[in-house]
């Protein structure tokens, strides 16, 4: 089993950043790829970032690339999300997913086996 618990999130103005943080404990060794989604109020969950974990690869949503920067400690089991220059628009819970399988994507809900219980970031314009 692996637990993912983020942190970091916040009410932060718009043009400000924040650095979330997610910690991953248990079976680490299990986890093969780590991303970053989020949801808005009444939305989907929606793909932000991803990192695969000792190759370093990374990927992300157009709404975020240039603004965002996702990064991994893998001595640590941790993976960070840098925002910067947020906006209304990314006000959200952030949540951090782990698989432990190798997919074909990275962005749907369905390719990540573990989910944290997320962590809010509230922009104010």
């Known amino acids: 089993q692996v637990q993912l618990v983020e942190s970091g999130g916040g009410l932060v103005q718009a043009g400000g950043s924040l650095r979330l943080s997610c910690a991953a404990s248990?079976?680490?060794?299990?986890?093969?790829?780590m991303g970053w989604f989020r949801q808005a109020s009444g939305k989907e969950r929606d793909f932000v970032a991803h990192?695969?974990?000792?190759?370093?690869?990374?990927y992300y949503a157009d709404s975020v690339k240039s603004r965002f920067t996702i990064s991994r400690e893998d001595a640590k089991n941790t993976v960070s999300l840098q925002t910067n220059d947020l906006n209304p628009g990314d006000t959200a819970v952030y949540y951090c997913?782990?698989?432990?399988?190798?997919?074909?994507?990275?962005?749907?809900?369905?390719?990540?086996?573990?989910w944290g219980r997320g962590t809010q970031i509230t922009v104010s314009s």
């Open positions: 997913a782990a698989s432990r399988s190798i997919t074909v994507g990275v962005a749907a809900t369905r390719e990540y086996d573990t």
């Open positions: 248990g079976r680490t060794s299990s986890i093969y790829q």
């Open positions: 990192v695969r974990r000792h190759i370093g690869t990374t």
